[in-house]
């Protein structure tokens, strides 16, 4: 059987590392950073700098807003404070949320008279076992100013203490599953995805499958979070969506692992890969409709939604991010553990060439491509 648990990004700082490929994360979410888009040597340093901007300033304000420093009992003698970045990576990314966190945090203590020497702060890293915590730790900022620790486990399961957290980060992370739903592997299932390897263009069955395991792990997740969460604690999420009254399959972005899958086919066609193994491989991951988690944070109760938006994109920024030789490396950074992991890594080069060519051919990442998806930032606050 296919192992199509999901798998870390890419580690080391190689060519397709994560390290290096994760800026399409941090453009999308931003609007200023594209009018440096064409100085291209600077421009991951802009990126990283502009970070996830517009999440991270929407975090900075409900910090100011609702971070209680009373209820935290934060006064002038030590107090500890604890963050953590679920689905964190190798980084850059994860650094710039945990400090934008620690350093408002910082603020709003100031300004109740709290010195900001008076708290220190942990910051725990979390992301599966296999994630390459080495290059992680090896790049953790010099002056950084919180305690830095890596959990590694899954976060739809516990992963901390009782009420031992302040504040949960999780940043492009959730749309991963813990596995890919039974039925879709099943041949006896009218949800058996034959010939495909995701759930847009497929029947109904195969969505539902996808939605339900959705579902059971985000139920896991929100169990975990509001045991580990202390009351009034915050916790912020984004996650890519379809826009609103978009189906997935109308989403470009969404659907492209579709055409991995029309890839691995064609190589399945002339004897690269087995056709087999085609068949019995899915990917583990589903991009939830606003409602569908607007569901399940009521329906576990514990938290309440401080805010819900879908971040909007600038018409430039979605110019430059539908140009195909720019967006295939981030796919590979993303996707590439998982596919080696159940085909090998020598077919790997040859994928992506053959996707590249297949996107230039039959694909159009325009303006509305990028309409189509939404990154939803959602704000949670602990009962
Ligand atoms: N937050 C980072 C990385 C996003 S990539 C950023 O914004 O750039 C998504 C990460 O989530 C990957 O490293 C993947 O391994 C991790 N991930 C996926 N499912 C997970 C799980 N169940 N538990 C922990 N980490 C998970």
């Known amino acids: 059987m296919a192992d199509t648990s999901a798998k870390p990004m890419n580690g080391g700082d190689g060519l397709h590392s994560y390290t290096h490929n994760s800026t399409y994360q941090v453009y999308i979410s931003t609007w200023i950073q594209f009018f440096f888009f064409f100085f291209w040597t600077d ?3 802009f990126n990283l700098r502009w970070g996830v901007n517009l999440a991270n300033s929407m975090i900075s304000e409900a910090i ?72 992680l730790f090896k790049s953790l900022p010099h002056d950084r100013q919180y305690f830095a620790a890596g959990v590694p486990g899954s976060f739809h399961g516990r992963l901390f203490p009782d009420a031992s957290l302040h504040f949960i980060n ?53 169990n975990a979070r509001a045991q580990e969460l202390v009351c009034g604690g915050l916790m912020a999420l984004l996650i890519p969506c379809p826009a609103v009254g978009i189906l997935p399959s109308h989403s470009p972005i969404i659907a492209l692992a579709d055409l991995i899958g029309a890839t691995l086919l064609d190589m399945a066609k002339i004897g690269l890969v087995s056709e087999d193994k085609v068949d019995s491989f899915n990917f583990p991951k589903y991009n ?19 805010k819900m938006e ?42 992506f060439h053959r996707f590249t060519n297949k996107l230039l051919e039959t694909f159009t990442l325009d303006h509305t491509s990028f309409e189509k998806i939404a990154e939803l930032f959602v704000l949670l606050q602990r009962n």
Not at 65 to 89: M, P, R, W, Y
Not at 111 to 122: D, L, N, T
């Open 170 to 222: 999780s940043f492009y992370a959730l749309q991963w599953l813990s596995e890919v739903p039974k039925e879709v592997v099943d041949k006896q299932s009218p949800a058996w995805n034959k010939g495909r390897i995701y759930y847009t263009n497929a029947p109904t069955q195969v969505m539902e499958a996808y939605s339900a395991q959705y579902g059971t792990d985000m139920k896991s997740f929100f």
């Open 64 to 135: 100011a807003e609702l971070f209680d420093v009373n209820q935290f009992k934060i006064t002038s003698s030590n107090h500890s404070f604890s963050v953590a970045d679920l689905g964190c990576s190798v980084g850059p990314n994860t650094f710039i949320a945990v400090s934008n966190i620690v350093e408002s945090i910082k603020l709003k203590c100031q300004s109740h008279g709290v010195p900001s020497e008076a708290i220190e702060f942990q910051a725990f890293f979390n992301d599966h076992n296999s994630n390459d915590f080495n290059t």
């Open 43 to 45: 421009f991951v340093t």
């Open 310 to 351: 879908a971040l909007v994109r600038d018409p430039k920024m979605k110019e430059a991010a539908s140009d195909i030789k720019m967006f295939v490396p981030h796919i590979r950074a993303a996707w590439e553990g998982l596919i080696k992991d159940n085909f090998g890594s020598e077919i790997i080069d040859e994928l």
């Open 288 to 306: 939830p409709t606003q409602q569908e988690l607007e569901e399940l944070i009521e329906e576990n109760g514990c938290f309440r939604i401080v």
